[in-house]
């Protein structure tokens, strides 16, 4: 047994790493958004040690934004709790996504921890990738590809919080710039994500999301378009059964 298991650690391992690589065009876009929101929480008011303890148990992106604006406003901590929920709704479709990735029998053991580090970008990653993946393999893939992205927001927030609050201060249109780096990321893996979804899909679910930000705010903009996405997918899949 104990001679078995050694050539399953190494392919864990392996794979680990494995999602550590793929896991650097994430890490490269999160970097310079968390040191701005660094930045950003300590002209808030906010002391660097409590930005990074934001960053570290919240993990949330933009929510982050929303946050250190509720608190420097002195927001109810429940509607500061409702607000969030309302802005990260979309991950619920997530979830359900990724596991699809998975075979009945390779079901991920920490399904918490893999939910915590779900964002955007790793969901677009994972999504496009995850299906290259050994059987076996894909739960310490996965973990290490949200490792990276984890830990490049962290320090970027460590980095913005303590070190370039100052200097960014005195530098508003980088500090501005910094905001279009993420954006652009998740294009770029919107276009690694091409092979594997209809064209159609993806420019009429962009063309409902941009006429409904038109009328709405971003995050009810962005849950129509996922519904429009879910119910294509839904008519594909029942067109393929023949039901």
Partial sequence: MVQGAKPKGKSMKKALLSGLGASSSIAL???PVAVSFGVAAVQAGLSPWFATLISIGVYAGASQFILIVLIAQ???ILQMVMITIAVNLRHLFYGPAL???FQ????????ALMAFGLTDEVFATARGRLSRIPPG???AWYLGLQLGAYSAWVSGTVLGAYVASDWLMEQPLLQQTLAFVLPALFF??????KQ???GYLLLSVAT???CAHYYLPAHHSLLIGMGIGGIWAWLQQKGKSGY
């Fill in 74 to 76: 002195q927001t109810a």
């Fill in 104 to 111: 009945q029998k390779e079901l991920p053991r920490w399904p």
């Fill in 99 to 101: 596991l699809s990735q």
């Fill in 29 to 31: 876009g999160y970097f």
């Fill in 196 to 198: 594997y979804v209809s």
């Fill in 208 to 210: 409902t999301t941009l």
């Fill in 137 to 139: 393999q894909k739960e």
């Fill in 188 to 193: 770029a893996l919107l276009l690694d994500m």
